[in-house]
Each structure stands twice: as structure tokens, then as C-alpha cells.
């Protein structure tokens, strides 16, 4: 089957298993990564095949949804491809990116090993900050049933995949654990350029949020 037969077959399965899904990692969300990543993919000279089967499959299922487990994402995408003849070096590759793509902590290394990793990475990330990163947060934290923000709960910058697996700090936290550190953490050099007006904008929105917030005043009513 042609490639590109293969991709358009595949998306329309993705888009039946994950329509309504709402906790950010919806459809939208991966047709989102996906045109970023070809976007990303064509300037960077990227292997567009690989690059857009991974994007596709990149979320088919998550091991934050899973306990835990990192091993079904590339399973259930392995299983997808072979259904569809993908040549087995290229399953590989897309699984290979897909069981290490995902950020698992402030202080946890997700290097990737190839071009097409970087981008897909890149991608994925960009989707997770700016104005469409805020709304993805909350629709998280609300499915996860955290809360919006207590000033009383500080962040954490977490060393391990567990501890930040098993963090159930508030939302805002979330900010100042991942989504603030991104920008800099770009692979490539267009996503970076990217990234800059995102990450401005989700400066610009906490800075709105904790003046709104009036914690100062708050604290001065000295509840307890
Ligand atoms: P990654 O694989 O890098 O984690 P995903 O595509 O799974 O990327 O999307 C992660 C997104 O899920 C985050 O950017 C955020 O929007 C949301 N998310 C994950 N953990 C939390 C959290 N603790 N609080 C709020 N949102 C979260
Ligand atoms: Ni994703």
C-alpha cells in the first residue's frame, strides 16, 4: 500500500479511537502535533513518513493513563502498524521515539536519538504551551480532579519519572514543573523559534492570574 494511503487510513483510525477523549489528548490534539510536526519535519529535512506515523500514534495510549506504563504506547502502535504492512525497521523507529518522547520530570533526560524523535518531541511540546498548553492544563487537572491553584503547595522540580507520576499538586504547579521549562528544551531550531511567542504568552497569563488573585491580600485576612 502507498505511503501516503497508509497515513490518511491511519489518522482516521486515531481520530475514532481518540474523538472523545477530554483530558487534552484528544483528536485535536494529535491532528495539532501532527501539522506542527510536518511543519517542523519539512524545514528540518526530517524522514516525513516517519515523522508523521509517529505523530499520529504518538498518544495512541499514554502511560500517564495507563499506571504507569510505559510499555503500552509502542505496544498498541506496534500492533496498529504491522496491521497495516509498515516494514518492520520503520515500526521500530516510530516505537523507539514513542516510548521515549514524553516528559517525565523537570530533572529527567528524554534526549532523543534521532532527527525524526527531535521533531516529533518538538511538536508535541509546542501543543503543550501557549494559549492551547493553558487550556490542555486545566482540561488535565480538572480530569485528574486537581485544583486550580493553592499558594500553600509550592512546586517541584522532580527528579524521577514516579515522583512526578505521583504528584497531584494543583494545576498551576504543573506551569512551573514542565510547561515554562519547554522553550529551552527545543530540539530543533525551528521549534525554538516557535516556542518564544507560546511561552511569552503563558508569562503573560500567570502574571494576570496571581495579580487576580490578590494572594498578598488574602493573606493579610490571616484565615486559618
Ligand atoms: P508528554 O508526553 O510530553 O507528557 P502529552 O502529549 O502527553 O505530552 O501532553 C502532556 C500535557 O498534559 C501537558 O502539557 C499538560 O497539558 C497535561 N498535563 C500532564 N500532566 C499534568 C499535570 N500534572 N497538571 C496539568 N496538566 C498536565
Ligand atoms: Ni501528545
Known sequence: MKKEVIIKKLAKE?????????SGHDWWHVYRVWNL????????????????L????????????????????????R???????????????VCEIIATMSFKGADVKTKMKTLEGCVVQDADRLDAIGAIGIARAFAYGGHKGRTIYDPQRKPTLH???DAYFKNEGPTLNHFYEKLLLLKDRMNTKTAKELAIKRHKFMEKY?????????EKLINNLSIS
Not at 500492533?79 to 523507529?93: E, G
Open 14 to 22: 486515531v481520530k475514532n479511537k481518540l474523538n472523545n477523549e477530554c
Open 37 to 52: 510536526a510536518k511543519q517542523i519535519g519539512r524545514k528540518e529535512k526530517a524522514d516525513m513518513y516517519i515523522v508523521e
Open 54 to 77: 509517529t505523530a499520529l500514534l504518538h498518544d495512541i495510549a499514554d502511560w500517564k493513563f495507563y499506571d504507569g506504563d510505559e510499555t503500552i504506547g509502542p505496544k498498541l502502535a
Open 79 to 93: 500492533k496498529i502498524l504491522t496491521s497495516h504492512n509498515v516494514p518492520r525497521n520503520i515500526i521500530d523507529h
Open 159 to 161: 527528579k524521577t519519572k
Open 206 to 214: 500567570l502574571e494576570n492570574f496571581l495579580e487576580e488573585w490578590q
